[in-house]
């Protein structure tokens, strides 16, 4: 570009033109209205020189002119020659603040009017792109929404950009998309910054406001009603085309709000634009297709802008709350909550409360957790049941007898269930049971040792009743389900054993039976000949005289019976039955025993457990395979006896081939399959693997590889997610069966290999390889890998395999033989823990229809004017070949909860819609709701209606009973059936007039569709039950049925009961929340690492079974509300949207207790108890969130107010001088050998620990001033164990981490063993442990050394003076008993035990010497400083130790010379001025002058001896040892000799000297030198980390400087240490503990919104320190304490604080 060459200046973001107008100047032309003449400018080289010279042509583009950040441009209007410059500033608007300058053209212009120009940067060219073509789409959406509603009306058609708008959208919210957290630290602060230059763009353009126009114009309208208003009813057609149309603009709500997220997310200018409209934003949450997008941008502004947190009110709270009622689990919403609880680490306490209160009360928003018993169940073999047309007697009864109940010091009760269970629907499975109702009675009963509990089934009603010791229980079960068989059923837990009466039928006489029985024998013996030639046996006569040879059996005299008849049978003991004989016998005895029932049903007798001969009732009415196995064996000795006296009799019996008719074993019957496979987390994506199965039986079963997701209601290779071998059928199962080696035989071992690389499965058969017909030995081949492969088998009924998946190399039997030599692994190498499995739990669940269901499909069908939201439920493939046309059973997702009591007794009505409290309401004697209803259904056609209007002043007379009428008084004695709500605060307003007409006789009539049977057929429901909308529905149409939400006159919708927050609107609403769920039959369940051990026996004939389970066994349960079931926590391990949520919910829990909100973390405790943290943080399968979240919670709770008290105290030193101060010295012993971190005694005062026991209820203020206790004990045991467990599983190597990584496995165990340390928790040897685990070489040899220097100094010391002899002594002393009392220390007194400790001592590899990722090297320099500080406190506390010491010495030595100053009578003026200066001289230069001797030259100016002044210059030589600066000696100069023979020799040393060091240099470099101190360590580990790998952590980087700096900055910590240290005396230890514990309660409160609460402990806490003596007795103490300081920020906070929230009380 040349000077002078002509160029137009448009505008990016615009598309306009810069040019002149005659009459308005410098303006922005449109494209249509800008022309050359108006718009043309040129650059020129200055004001003055305008001519330019005629430059000659040259190649190319010649020499530059104007170059870019070099040349100084003016801009000239070319048309009119008048210069681009800005207009001057008024004087009086230049005091108003600064202002922005307007560009205008003049004549003249300024100096300084000159550009500079650049190239204009990719990034800003490409924004302003953007925003040019979003600002005119935006406008365009814009105004035809305004068309629409009418502002700005035309005649032609409004045509809205939909497709447009929505993929610009998307295209803007990925544009302002954050960077990855992966990226490195520089790129990705390089596009953190390129991101936040694009939104301060966007916002100077006016975007943000032009976003936000278009989000009012789509909440213009309320509903879909509200927008028909404007369209009319004369275009019907036309405005229902724009009705739909506006569906889906609300969906683009939802990415305005979400773009808006992006724009602001990070900058804290753009957020502060939402600061100021909070009620508009927290107003739009009502709009359910936006509030997801408004969350994200409300989230922003509360992180971004804490002044927001002021004005923030319980209605705002109340708001975002009701998001989890009308979402679901969105942790996003606990996101947003917790940001009002905390903010730039000032807690709002208001906020806190407030969340409590209107969160945590109701149990049904978030999950909850309980902790219960395992339990297990026992049933005998007796099967009961009935049918149309069944003979079976129909009443039953059992008792059971409670032995005795062992009383278990634990929390949850002992667990006792006893009743009837159905075939059809019971399945027991290990764990804990449902959160069940219990149901309360006037004779409540606690179980003791002998109780008997009866147990009555009536199938002729149905009904199921109980007594207790013959006391009838309230209460009974009826109208169940009679399809199946019942059996008596327990179940229990550890602590309780029961004996299971059941009475076995009386022994009878065979002469008193009944006809009928007197001839059984004979029938029996036909029916076993017709049963033998039937079966296809050759009964033949063998030998004629076989009768002559038979013997009979002469029986003693106990078998004569009274009436003479006495026994006398064949003796059969020769004949012996061959196998196959004994097979017959099996078939005869089960054939034998139905023809018997035949016989017995044919005259009449029915099933009973007991024989009742005079009833014809008898126990052995069941299928021969469900009798006992003593009547069993009973029918098989008899029939062995009579096929033994054929055999006796001379016949030969010869069964027929028993291989063609045999029972094949191992078929499942009734297809019942059980699927088993390895947690999801186990999937394996590379590598090459192997595990084996073993197959017990020979039956249906297969086993192989299964991709994660694999279902449980489907068998292993159906579908194309398992790859599985069936060795039953010698079949290869995927997508289908195909032939695949051979069958397997019992025994046998299947090895399953997986090659991730080859991508291809091979399996084995006792080491050799299966192949396939084409003679391949690969069963799979070109397998997609995608989310990996877990091992996998399922098993038929009765069959039994063990899987072995290599955790025990040494256990799998044919790994090295075709396994190990093709570099394959054990499934489970390196794996510490027993690996979890999952089975296929055959227990029907309800699921969300899923949106990729091959039959079922919903669809959200949105609420118009005339028809309410509805769920359509439709079938996909009705009427194709894949239809599937089975009966569906369907629910709604929520249910209707009913009032925990009835709200008005029988025969009243409830006036809880009128003013007036519901306790003031009289009963009021007129017919119910349901009896209105009932007449009103039931009118004959003689009746005529009356008038409204002239209706009776009284209850209408009960009308005449039709067939179908209920007694009317028998009716009002019963509760109603009703949604009953939970109690609201009413109004005050006057009495009401009781009314006289029943309600509901104007508001409900029935028409043509109310069926009156239905009407009549009403329910009573039990107070507090959930019902759910469900229906039953076999698929008839594509169209099968809708749930719709109810828009009758006069009646709530069904969305009311369901949702609190909708309580009081009356229009329908379908939030995302409610869905349609099917059931499902089978689910995945977690098979649980350990069972209860149960003990069984018999103990008589009559007594029946016992059954105890002696040790108990606990689960942590957690509670779903809605659905009212359980699940085991740790199954969230596969559940991750419970597992985010539940996440969640426990850092809301951390946030509302966060800085010493001890009221909310006592209301904590009672949802999450000391019982469910120690559970959670010790068990080692919890996964890897929730172990986080519950060890952060046991902190916030219980320990975080009394650690940050320590942590204010932490750098100022309160030292009493007491006896154990005195001992205190630098290093153990005389020689420099530094002694472990933190061990040993400690005297700085720290704040005293204080905890309060939970209860929640009582009037004490002071109740909630402490955090809960815990046993800390226990606490600090566990965290003992936990740490040493982890260090010695490995870290990096192991598969298995506790909560699946290295970083879920220790940084929460260090972050409790951080918090314990600064608690003071641990003794020394927990200290010891805990530095073993860091460094066990370092610190274990610096033990030794001490320990060996204590014994030396003990025996062998030296010291200049008696007094410092007898201190060595004293302190050798104390050292061998020290070391004495280590030896002799209990072992039940330490953390660790005797196992651990052998461990221990193989222990290798520290913590610092393992490969850890950030999150843990962050904490361990947090443990670091915390030793750090140890060190520091020490130096002070030995300073302090050594000043009591020399200042007695010194005073001793000055005494010394006094005394002789005194007793001397011969010296001269001029000695005796210089020897009584010192005494002479003020208090701080006679000090001066005895401490000034470090670097004097005349010995003669300092008094003190020798020995004061070795004193401290020993300890100031160990000082700056123990601070790490090593102190070189002065060599000593030797005599040179100058002679000729000296020089010469000098120089013969010299070049040895020179050849020694080539030889050093020749040799390989030392090993680099292995850390000895803490110091050492430190710097060792920190250059080793950042050698290690880049570190992205910028808080990790700033602790490993600091770290760092502190080795080298020992001197200058304990300097600036030393003004805030102080001694005081032991006497006044108590009060000044007193005064640390309130200035620990005001320093806490700084970094608090203050409310009443607050302010009346930081009053309380004040007076306290006014009250103390040491405040006024030691003002330099209170310098130390900066005292002054504290005040002043006191009055600061509560000067500043007149705008903050009063907080309230929490309602527990």
Request: proline share 5%; net charge negative; glycine share 6%.
């Amino acid at each position: 570009m040349k000077w002078g060459q002509p160029f137009r200046i448009r505008h990016v973001t615009t598309g306009k033109y810069l040019g002149l107008d005659e009459e308005k100047g410098l303006l922005l032309f449109d494209q249509d209205e800008s022309n050359t003449k108006i718009t043309s400018f040129c650059f020129r080289i200055s004001k003055d020189k305008i001519d330019v010279a005629h430059k000659r042509d040259v190649e190319g583009m010649g020499i530059p002119e104007i170059k870019y950040g070099e040349s100084m441009c003016f801009v000239q209007h070319v048309n009119s020659g008048l210069w681009l410059t800005y207009a001057a500033a008024d004087t009086k608007t230049v005091r108003l603040g600064p202002l922005k300058r307007k560009a205008i053209l003049h004549q003249e212009g300024h100096m300084d009017d000159a550009l500079s120009l650049s190239r204009s940067q990719q990034e800003e060219s490409q924004a302003s792109r953007i925003i040019f073509s979003t600002n005119g789409l935006f406008n365009q959406f814009i105004k035809g929404l305004d068309m629409l509603s009418g502002k700005n009306k035309s005649s032609a058609p409004v045509t809205l950009p939909i497709d447009t708008i929505v993929l610009s959208l998307q295209d803007l919210i990925s544009y302002f998309q954050h960077p990855e957290e992966e990226l490195a630290h520089e790129e990705k602060q390089t596009k953190l910054r390129s991101l936040k230059n694009r939104q301060n763009l966007f916002q100077e353009e006016g975007m943000i406001q032009l976003v936000l126009d278009s989000i009012d114009r789509l909440n213009m309208y309320n509903s879909a009603a509200h927008f028909s208003e404007f369209a009319g009813e004369e275009a019907a057609e036309s405005w229902k085309e724009i009705v739909n149309l506006y569906y889906e603009l609300l969906v683009i709500t939802a990415m305005f709000f979400s773009y808006t997220a992006s724009l602001i997310r990070g900058n804290r200018r753009n957020c502060a634009l939402f600061s100021d409209n909070l009620d508009w934003l927290v107003s739009k949450l009502d709009r359910l297709e936006a509030s997801s997008g408004i969350l994200e941008v409300l989230y922003c502004v509360l992180i971004e802008s804490p002044e927001v947190l002021n004005i923030i009110t319980e209605n705002h709270i109340k708001s975002i709350i009701s998001l989890l009622d009308k979402h679901g689990r969105n942790h996003k919403v606990l996101d947003v909550l917790r940001s009002l609880c905390v903010c730039n680490g000032v807690a709002v306490r208001s906020n806190q409360n407030l969340i409590t209160e209107n969160l945590l009360p109701g149990r049904d928003l978030l999950l909850q957790t309980k902790m219960i018993n395992y339990v297990t169940s026992m049933r005998p073999n007796i099967f009961v049941g009935t049918c149309e047309g069944s003979t079976q007697y129909k009443k039953w009864y059992f008792e059971l007898i409670v032995d005795y109940v062992d009383p278990f010091l634990m929390p949850q009760p002992v667990h006792l269930r006893v009743g009837w269970a159905l075939t059809d629907g019971y399945s027991p499975y290990p764990g804990g049971g449902h959160i069940v109702k219990t149901v309360a009675s006037s004779d409540a009963h606690v179980l003791t040792a002998d109780d008997v509990v009866s147990c009555c089934l009536d199938l002729s009603v149905p009904s199921i009743s109980f007594r207790i010791n013959g006391h009838p229980v309230q209460g009974m079960f009826e109208n169940f389900n009679i399809d199946g068989l019942f059996f008596p059923v327990v179940s229990f837990s550890a602590g309780i054993r029961d004996d299971n009466k059941k009475l076995h039928p009386c022994l009878v006489e065979f002469n008193k039976l009944p006809e009928a029985e007197r001839n059984y024998n004979l029938q029996m013996s036909g029916e076993t000949l017709k049963t033998l030639l039937a079966l296809g046996c050759h009964v033949g006569m063998a030998d004629e005289k076989a009768e002559e040879n038979l013997k009979k059996i002469k029986l003693a005299k106990s078998y004569l019976m009274s009436n003479g008849y006495k026994p006398a049978p064949l003796d059969l003991s020769h004949i012996k039955l061959t196998p196959a004989q004994n097979t017959l016998v099996d078939k005869l005895a089960e054939n034998g025993h139905n023809v018997w029932a035949r016989d017995r049903i044919r005259q009449g007798w029915t099933y009973s457990i007991l024989q009742d001969i005079g009833n014809k009732r008898n126990p052995r009415l069941v299928p021969y395979n469900l009798l006992d196995e003593r009547t069993k064996k009973t029918n098989r000795d008899s029939l062995n006896e009579a096929v033994r006296t054929l055999i006796g009799y001379g016949y030969n019996i010869e069964p027929p081939d028993q291989e063609a008719t045999a029972h094949v074993p191992g078929i499942s019957r009734n297809g019942k399959v059980r699927l088993f496979r390895a947690e999801k987390s186990y999937a394996v994506k590379s590598g090459k693997w192997y595990f084996e199965f073993e197959a017990v039986t020979v039956g249906e079963m297969r086993v192989g590889w299964a991709r994660p997701e694999c279902r449980p209601d489907l068998p292993l290779g159906a579908d194309d997610l398992a790859f599985v071998f069936n060795g039953f059928k010698g079949q290869r199962w995927h997508v289908g069966s195909e032939p695949f080696g051979r069958t397997w035989q019992s025994g046998d071992v299947v090895g399953c290999m997986i090659d991730l690389h080859e991508m291809n499965i091979m399996f084995t058969l006792n080491g050799e390889m299966l192949i396939r017909d084409s003679g391949s030995e690969l069963a799979f081949k070109d397998i997609e890998i995608g989310d990996g492969f877990v091992p996998v088998c399922s098993l038929g009924l009765s069959q039994v395999g063990r899987i072995n998946l290599g955790q025990d190399v040494s256990s799998l039997r044919y790994f090295t033989i075709c396994g190990l030599q093709e570099g394959f692994e054990p499934f489970a190498v390196n794996m510490k823990r027993p690996i979890t499995m999952w089975f296929s739990k055959s227990l029907p669940q309800f699921v969300p229809v899923p949106t990729d269901h091959s039959h079922v499909e919903v669809t959200r069908i949105d609420g118009t004017v005339d028809s309410p939201p509805c769920l359509k439920v439709s079938h996909k493939t009705f009427g194709s070949q894949n239809s599937n046309t089975d009966m569906l059973f369907l629910r709604l997702s929520l249910p209707v909860e009913f009032h925990d009591t009835f709200k008005c007794t029988p025969g009243t009505t409830p006036l809880t819609r009128m003013t007036i409290p519901e306790e003031e309401v009289e009963d009021i004697d007129v017919d119910s709701e349901f009896e209105v209803l009932r007449k009103s259904a039931s009118r004959t056609p003689t009746e005529t209606p009356t008038n409204e209007k002239d209706a009776p002043k009284e209850a209408p007379k009960e009308l005449a009973k039709t067939e179908n009428d209920k007694d009317s008084s028998s009716e009002k004695s019963k509760p109603k059936s009703r949604f009953l709500f939970k109690k609201k605060p009413a109004f005050i307003a006057p009495p009401p007039v009781i009314p006289t007409v029943p309600r509901l006789m104007e508001d409900v009539v029935p028409d043509d569709r109310d069926d009156p049977e239905i009407i009549l057929n009403t329910t009573t429901v039990e107070p507090s039950k959930k019902l759910f909308p469900a229906v039953f529905v076999q698929p008839s149409s594509q169209n099968m049925f809708q749930f719709e939400l109810g828009k009758l006159k006069n009646i709530m919708p069904i969305s009311a009961a369901m949702f609190k927050s909708e309580r009081k609107n009356t229009i329908p609403q379908c939030p995302p929340r409610l869905d349609v769920q099917m059931i499902t039959p089978v689910v995945w369940s977690r098979v649980p690492n350990d069972f209860l051990k149960a003990e069984t026996a018999r103990i008589s004939e009559r007594h029946g079974w016992m059954v105890e389970c002696s040790e108990p066994l606990v689960m942590m349960a957690l509670h779903i509300p809605e659905e009212n079931r359980c699940i085991d926590i740790l199954e969230l391990s596969e559940h991750k949207d419970l597992l985010q949520f539940h996440y969640h919910t426990l850092l809301l829990y951390c946030a509302v207790c966060a800085l010493g909100n001890n009221r909310v973390a006592h209301a904590i405790c009672s949802h999450v108890d000391e019982f469910q943290l120690l559970y959670t943080i010790e068990n080692t399968y919890i996964p890897g969130l929730l172990r986080s979240g519950y060890y952060d919670l046991l902190i916030s709770v219980h320990l975080e107010s009394a650690k940050r008290s320590r942590l204010m105290m932490n750098n100022e030193f309160i030292v009493p001088m007491t006896e154990e101060t005195k001992q205190i010295t630098l290093f153990p012993g005389e020689s420099k050998v530094y002694g472990l971190p933190g061990v040993g005694v400690t005297t700085c005062l720290r704040p005293p620990l204080h905890f309060a026991s939970l209860s929640f209820v009582g009037t004490s203020n002071d109740r909630y001033q402490f955090s809960p206790e815990i046993p800390l004990d226990i606490l600090k045991n566990k965290a003992i164990n936990m740490l040493t467990e982890a260090v010695q599983d490995g870290g990096q190597h192991t598969r298995d981490p506790v909560g699946g990584s290295v970083e879920f496995q220790f940084v929460p165990v260090l972050k409790l063993v951080s918090t314990l340390l600064i608690m003071g928790i641990f003794d020394d040897e927990d200290v010891k442990h805990i530095l073993k685990m860091i460094e066990p070489n370092v610190f274990a040899e610096v033990k030794e050394e001490v320990e060996k220097i204590e014994d030396e100094s003990a025996k062998d010391e030296e010291v200049p003076t008696a007094e410092e002899e007898g201190e060595a002594e004293e302190a050798g002393e104390k050292g061998e008993k020290d070391e004495h009392e280590e030896v002799e220390e209990p072992k039940e007194d330490r953390s660790v035990e005797e196992g651990e400790e052998t461990k221990e001592e193989e222990l290798e590899e520290g913590l610092l010497q393992m490969k850890l990722p950030e999150s843990v090297k962050l904490q361990m320099c947090k443990l670091l400083q915390f030793f750090c500080d140890c060190e520091l406190r020490h130096r002070v506390e030995s300073i302090a130790s050594l000043a009591d010491k020399f200042i007695n010495n010194m005073q001793t030595d000055q005494r010394e010379r006094y005394r002789e100053l005194m007793f001397s009578f011969n010296m001269s003026a001029a000695e005796t001025a210089r020897k009584t200066r010192e005494f002479r001289s003020p208090p701080q230069e006679q000090i001066n002058m005895l401490m000034n001797f470090k670097l004097e030259t005349d010995e003669e100016e300092c008094p003190l001896s020798d020995n004061v002044k070795d004193v401290l210059l020993n300890f100031h030589s160990k000082l700056l040892t123990h601070c790490g600066i090593q102190i070189e000696e002065e060599e000593e100069e030797e005599e040179t000799d100058t002679s000729l023979k000296g020089r010469f020799l000098n120089l013969v040393e010299k070049v040895k000297g020179l050849r020694k060091k080539k030889e050093v240099e020749d040799t390989p470099a030392e090993e680099e030198k292995i850390p000895s101190t803490l110091q050492e360590l430190i710097s060792h580990t920190v250059v080793h980390w950042a050698q290690e790998a880049y570190i992205q952590n910028p808080e990790l980087v700033r602790l490993m400087f600091s770290l760092l700096h502190r080795q080298y900055d020992g001197v200058g910590e304990l300097i600036r240490a030393m003004p805030k240290a102080y001694v005081i005396n032991a006497t006044s230890v108590e009060d000044t503990m007193n005064l640390l514990e309130c200035l620990g309660q005001i320093r806490s409160l700084l970094i608090v919104q203050m409310g009443p609460e607050e302010e009346r402990l930081m009053i309380q806490s004040i007076g306290n320190i006014m009250n103390n003596k040491v405040f006024y007795q030691h003002p330099n103490l209170m310098r130390a304490l900066g005292m002054h300081e504290t005040v002043m920020e006191v009055m600061v906070n509560v000067l500043g604080g007149g705008d903050s929230k009063v907080s309230t009380r929490i309602k527990l």
